[in-house]
């Protein structure tokens, strides 16, 4: 005769059920997992180090990415060089990436191989379409928003471009939200209310965020702020 006891005890959190309120340069944030992108253009890098330190100071673990520029381009219904993009790419400036994988947490480092290379050549555009798939609570950009979000077609002689709202190169043309690619980041920021994705927020030392990274931010709930006083303190 045989008398055995068993006693288990589990918990589990999803992504987004413990969030905190922290401020960040002036800006509420709502998050406990953060991930970064730091626009480091030769113009932006002499900010990078102070807002690194503002960020760190509320989330410590928090991980930062660091590309060329803050440029989002979509050919068609595909953001270049973002999840599932295939065929061939416009021609766009590629830059290696400043990150250091050593301070990226365990999952950050996993993402950054994933990322790495879409990054470098499709910058923020592709940051921002992989991202939504990993398990971040909030997705932070600081930039100057000048790079703009550029627009391509497929044509027989390769991608032409659109439109162009850039502050380097504009061009008037058609960017309605009913290119897909932009109608699937307002769904899944938007799921960010009930825990099922990330909140966005950004922080512009120049021009204001483009009219889509807007409605993205409504969408999630985030939050935008203007940090041009690091710009009037000096370099």
């Known amino acids: 005769m045989g008398l055995g006891h068993a006693a288990g005890r589990g918990a589990g959190v999803g992504m987004g059920t413990a969030r905190e309120s922290r ?28 807002v690194e330190a503002e960020i760190r100071a509320q989330y410590p ?8 520029g803050a440029r989002i381009v979509g050919l068609d219904d595909r953001v270049v060089h973002g999840r599932g993009f295939t065929g061939d790419p416009p021609r766009l400036r590629e830059e290696r990436t400043l990150t250091d994988p050593e301070a990226l947490t365990p999952a950050g480092r996993a993402a950054f191989l994933s990322l790495r290379t ?16 990993e398990p971040y609570d909030a997705l932070v950009v600081f930039s100057d928003f000048q790079d703009g979000v550029r627009i391509y077609h497929r044509t027989p002689k390769g991608p032409r471009q659109v439109y162009s709202d850039s502050a380097y190169a504009p061009m008037k043309g058609d960017v309605c939200a009913s290119y897909r690619w932009q109608a699937v980041w307002l769904e899944a920021f938007g799921r960010a209310g009930r825990g099922r994705g990330p909140r966005l927020y950004l922080f512009t030392v120049q021009r204001e965020p ?26």
């Not at 673990?61 to 060329?68: E, G, M």
């Not at 409504?218 to 303190?233: F, H, I, N, Q, T």
């Open 23 to 50: 401020s960040v340069m002036g800006l509420r944030m709502r998050a406990t997992k953060v991930a970064v992108y730091l626009d480091c253009s030769g113009s932006m890098r002499p900010y990078l180090p102070k």
């Open 61 to 68: 673990d928090a991980d930062v990415f660091r590309f060329d």
């Open 118 to 133: 879409a990054c470098e050549k499709g910058s923020l555009g592709a940051w921002i379409d992989r991202m939504l798939h």
């Open 210 to 235: 483009q009219d889509l990274l807007r409605r993205c931010v409504e969408a999630s709930g985030g939050g935008s702020a203007s940090v041009a006083w690091l710009r009037r303190k000096g370099r």
